[in-house]
C-alpha cells in the first residue's frame, strides 16, 4: 500500500529565500510529524499534529518555521528566509493516532535541502 | 522519556545472527521499547516495540529482560542490506504528544 510520500525529493535555494515542504501521510492516519536531522546531527522533533492542530510545537528552531495541516491530511512545512544551517533532510512521519490504538510512526524518505 | 544507551558501532558477518543490546535503566512501567533502522538516505523503518514480553515479527525479535532495564534484537539472519543505524527508544504511551526521540543509535555493519 502506498507509504507516506514527500516531496521535492531534493531541494537547493538561495539563502533568504523560502522554501514549502510537502507530506502526504497514510490514508487514514490522523497524526503527522515532522523532524529533521542535519549532517552529522541527530534526528530531531519539529512538530505534531493530531488532526489539523499541532498540540506540540516545541521543536520548531524559531519563527522561521511553522507547519500548517489542512483537511486532517497533507502538512505543508515552510521555512522562511532560509540559513544555511537549515540545511538537512526534513522528514515526515505519519501514525493511526490515540483513536487507533497504537502510536507505530512510519517514516517517508525525506526532503533534501541545501541552502547556499 | 526514558534515555537509552547503545553501543556507536558493531559488525555481524552475514547469515549470522545480530544482537544489538540497548539499556533503559530508568524506562517506567507505562513506557514501551521502540526500535526503528535507518538505512543511508533512506527515512526510519519501523521494526518492533513491546512492552514487558519478548515480541516476534517478520523482521525481527525483541527480547526485553525481567526487569525492563535492558533489551535486545536480534535479527536471526543478517544480510547485507541489514546494514543500518538502529534505535533503541524508550517512549511513554498516549500523551499529549507521541514525538519519538532518537539518540545516536548504533551502526551495524553486515560483512561479507
Known amino acids: 500500500g502506498a507509504g507516506v510520500s514527500q516531496s521535492p525529493s531534493n531541494k537547493v535555494t538561495e539563502k533568504g529565500k523560502d522554501v514549502e515542504l510537502r507530506c502526504d501521510p497514510i490514508s487514514g492516519h490522523t497524526a503527522l510529524y515532522w523532524y529533521r536531522q542535519s549532517l552529522g546531527q541527530g534526528l530531531e522533533f519539529l512538530i505534531y499534529?493530531?488532526?489539523?492542530?499541532?498540540?506540540?510545537k516545541s521543536g520548531l528552531p524559531s519563527d522561521r518555521f511553522s507547519a500548517e495541516r489542512t483537511g486532517g491530511s497533507v502538512s505543508t512545512l515552510t521555512i522562511q528566509r532560509t540559513q544555511q544551517e537549515d540545511s538537512a533532510v526534513y522528514l515526515c512521519a505519519s501514525s493511526l493516532g490515540p483513536s487507533g490504538g497504537t502510536e507505530t510512526q512510519y517514516f517517508g524518505p525525506g526532503t533534501r535541502l541545501l541552502v547556499l | 522519556d526514558a534515555k537509552t544507551t547503545q553501543p556507536t558501532s558493531m559488525d555481524c558477518a552475514e547469515g549470522r545472527a545480530a544482537n544489538l543490546p540497548c539499556n533503559h535503566s530508568?524506562?517506567?512501567?507505562?513506557?514501551?521499547v521502540y526500535w526503528y533502522r535507518q538505512i543511508h538516505s533512506q527515512g526510519p523503518q519501523y521494526i518492533i516495540h513491546g512492552l514487558k514480553n519478548n515480541e516476534t515479527n517478520e523482521m525481527a525479535s525483541l527480547i526485553i529482560t525481567e526487569d525492563r532495564k535492558s533489551s535486545t534484537l536480534i535479527l536471526p539472519h543478517a544480510t547485507l542490506r541489514d546494514t543500518a543505524v538502529y534505535y533503541c527508544?524508550?517512549?511513554?504511551?498516549?500523551?499529549?504528544?507521541?514525538?519519538?526521540?532518537f539518540g545516536t543509535g548504533t551502526l551495524l555493519a553486515v560483512q561479507p
Open positions: 530508568t524506562i517506567s512501567g507505562n513506557e514501551y
Open positions: 527508544i524508550v517512549k511513554r504511551a498516549g500523551g499529549a504528544t507521541n514525538k519519538l526521540i
Open positions: 499534529f493530531q488532526g489539523n492542530s499541532a498540540p506540540d
